[in-house]
């Protein structure tokens, strides 16, 4: 399958996930975008705080943390930084395990790549590879399955390339209006 803007395609390998979008936007800013703007392109429901999330936070460094912030002071952290080459790739171990359950113990943790290529026409290709899902244990064929299913990583991509398309203006012909009501005590 060819990625497109707004497309993703996915290859599950024997112990890994592959899918990869082209997204309209350079490679510096499709890097930047991916970290600054997590939490207005990352899906919601692959959170843990749902739709009551504060903060999705990418702390760009090496031994930086991918964390969420949720209610009352609630985190979690969902990645740690193994190497990061700005604005060219993106190495993560990945704490996130079978049933969305969180992973503390690296040795039980998968990874996570990603890397930015510069396409003809301005655009960038970032591919996304996860693998090592057999150190997760139990539940990790299933896992795999999901991430690397249209529900998984490759929505994940397309919400991320959804993130530079031209927000759409409401015309006022497809604005629904709705009268005005005043209460009984304003009304002469």
């Known amino acids: 399958m060819t990625a497109d803007c707004g497309t993703a395609e996915d290859c599950a390998s024997e112990d890994g996930v592959r899918c990869s979008v082209t997204v309209a936007a350079p490679r510096a800013r499709a890097f930047a975008a991916f970290r600054h703007d997590i939490l207005a392109w990352w899906p919601r429901d692959e959170t843990w705080s749902g ?14 943390l991918i964390w969420e912030r949720g209610p009352g002071g609630f985190r979690l952290d969902m990645a740690r930084v193994e190497r990061w080459l700005q604005p060219e790739r993106i190495h993560l171990r990945w704490h996130v395990g079978p049933g969305r359950v969180p992973e503390p113990d690296p040795a039980k943790a998968s990874e996570v790549e990603i890397r930015f290529l510069p396409e003809e026409g301005g655009g960038t290709r970032v591919e996304l590879e996860h693998r090592g899902f057999a150190r997760h244990g139990e539940g990790a064929d299933a896992y795999r399955a999901r991430m690397g299913s249209d529900l998984g990583w490759p929505r994940i991509l397309r919400c991320f390339a959804g993130h530079f398309e031209p927000r759409r203006e409401t015309a006022a012909s497809d604005a629904k209006i709705t009268p005005l009501r005043l209460l009984p005590e304003f009304v002469a």
């Open 51 to 64: 739709d009551v999330i504060e903060d999705l936070y990418f702390e760009g460094r090496k031994g930086g």
